[in-house]
């Protein structure tokens, strides 16, 4: 007997009922981010398992227990991507797309993995939509990319979300920042989970994130990021705040964010929509601004986001978004009869050739089956050629909105077809 093959745990098909939705999803994002003059970077979907050890961060849930990592026949370690911002510095630095001293304004969209525990709107493949701005500290340009995601997301209708934003500092107010932590903690440390018990020395920050709880409730009173912002991090903080002002981005200032990456300095920033359940975050971003040089480059402050497509579609499913876009044909072309079947194999041929999105359906023999289905596939007319028409020389042209139907002669359908429809 022939076995038959499941998908993998955690991944999806997208069928054909659902692919257009991403179509729209990926088209919106590619044209919006054009319009802030970003321009598109295709990587591979492996990297040396390094590329992410070293930036995303080795104590990071992502690198020790998500990301998948392999050995190739020769025996290098490769990891399938987790996120693109890793991979997007790695090839600015290998192809030195910084050289003319520009700020480089990359966008990505392609599929990312992550070993996690499935869940609605939580994946092993998910899709995310990105940008990167490598190459300036100007606080503006963390607003602008704040920019992007809000203009993308209203751009498709969406209303359930808003948009929190905090400071996780410099690297040296986030030491002192650390140290204030470890002593809040220290006392609570028999209360807390393994993996805190562990973050508390490896990265304390990461505590504030932990989903249990009992670890939750001792967070709660937890001394706050912004309160050990340094001059310089209180006013690079409080000008992204005047420009996302200007730009009338709404948002609300949350000092619990920490991001799950072990990258961010300064401006860190998350999407939310709370219809979503747990995975409330449609997206997620922050500045970064020593990745560069970790990867071998130059001192280069830069900051971007990311965003999963599945999160943004349930949540566009959940405010209607997406009903009546599904592309429908034209023409749904019946043809009854031998020979009608030849003249319809011509002009078929021709509407498709001029643009028209027609349906055709050579195996179907009947006329009520045949309307039926056009019904079905939303198409606007029925072409009908059958025995009849074809010796009265003629077509029947069905607007199957009103019903109205006309006579279209064969002899010049190449004409009066374009002008009808
Ligand atoms: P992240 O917060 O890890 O950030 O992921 C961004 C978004 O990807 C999440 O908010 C979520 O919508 C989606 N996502 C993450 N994991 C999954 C999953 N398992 N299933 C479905 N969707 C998921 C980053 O990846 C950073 N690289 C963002 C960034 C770019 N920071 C600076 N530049």
């Given at each position: ?7 993998p ?5 997208v ?6 939705k991403w179509?729209?999803i990926e088209?919106?994002?590619r044209h919006?981010?054009t ?14 398992a ?6 995303v961060g ?5 690198v ?7 050995t190739?026949?020769?025996?290098r370690?490769?990891?399938l991507?987790?996120e693109?911002?890793a991979?997007?510095?790695r ?13 480089a304004?990359l966008f ?6 992550r070993y996690?525990r ?7 493949q998910f899709?995310?939509f990105?940008?990167?701005c490598?190459g300036?500290?100007?606080p503006?340009?963390?607003a ?8 993308f997301l209203?751009?498709l209708?969406l ?8 400071s996780?500092?410099c690297?040296?107010?986030s ?10 903690f220290e006392?609570h440390l ?8 562990n973050?508390?020395n490896?990265?304390p920050?990461?505590?504030?994130d932990?989903?249990?709880k009992?670890c939750q ?6 001394p706050i990021m912004i309160d ?9 903080f ?5 420009y996302?002002k200007?730009?009338?981005v ?9 991001r799950?990456?072990?990258y961010?300095?300064n401006?860190?920033f998350?999407f939310?929509?709370?219809?979503l359940?747990a995975?409330?975050?449609l997206g ?5 601004n020593k990745?560069?040089e970790q990867?071998g480059?130059?001192?280069t402050?830069?900051v971007?986001?990311?965003?999963g497509t599945t999160r943004l579609l349930?949540?566009?499913e959940?405010e209607?978004?997406?009903?009546g876009l599904?592309p ?16 319809a ?8 050739q001029n643009n028209?999105?027609v349906?055709?359906?050579?195996d ?9 289905n056009?019904d079905r596939?939303?198409?606007?007319y ?5 025995e009849?028409?074809?010796n009265?020389n003629?077509c029947l ?8 139907q006309i006579?279209?002669?064969?002899d010049?359908?190449?004409e009066l077809y374009?002008m009808?429809?």
């Open positions: 007997m022939a076995i038959k093959y499941t998908i745990r955690g991944t999806f098909d069928l054909p009922k659902d692919s257009y179509e729209i088209a919106k994002f919006i981010a319009r802030f003059g970003y321009r598109e970077i295709i990587t591979p979907i492996f990297e040396h390094e590329v992410f050890e070293r930036s080795d104590s990071s849930d992502i020790q227990k998500e990301m998948y990592r392999f190739d026949r020769k025996g370690i490769f990891a991507r987790p693109g911002t991979p997007v510095i090839s600015y630095v290998e192809n030195n797309l910084g050289q003319d001293n520009q700020i304004k990505y969209i392609g599929p990312m993995f996690d499935p869940q609605a709107g939580r994946s092993r899709s995310q990105g940008i990167e490598i300036t500290n100007n503006y340009y963390d602008e990319t704040i920019q992007v995601f809000y203009v209203k751009d209708g209303k359930n979300f808003s948009v929190e934003v905090n996780v500092g690297e040296s107010c030491q002192t920042y650390n140290q204030a932590l470890i002593k809040y006392p028999d209360a807390l989970c393994n993996d805190c018990k973050r508390l490896n990265n920050k990461r505590l504030l932990c989903k249990i009992t409730a001792i967070t709660k009173n937890a050990y912002l340094d001059d310089n991090c209180k006013e690079h409080q000008q992204v705040q005047n996302l200007i730009m009338k709404p948002f609300t200032v949350n000092p619990h964010i920490v799950g990456l072990d961010y300095t401006t860190a998350e939310i929509n709370n219809n359940g995975q409330n975050a997620g971003g922050g500045r970064y990745l560069v990867f480059g130059k001192h402050p830069s971007g986001f990311a965003g349930l949540s566009m959940n209607n978004l997406l009903d599904e429908f044909p034209v023409v749904y072309f019946i043809a009854l009869g031998d020979n009608a079947k030849i003249k194999i011509e002009m078929v041929s021709w509407l498709r028209i999105h349906e055709f359906d050579l179907r023999t009947s006329l009520k089956s045949q309307l039926k056009a596939l939303n198409a606007s029925a072409f009908i050629l059958g009849d028409e074809l009265k003629i042209q069905k607007n199957l909105k009103t019903g109205e006579e279209l002669p064969l010049n359908y190449r374009s009808n429809l």
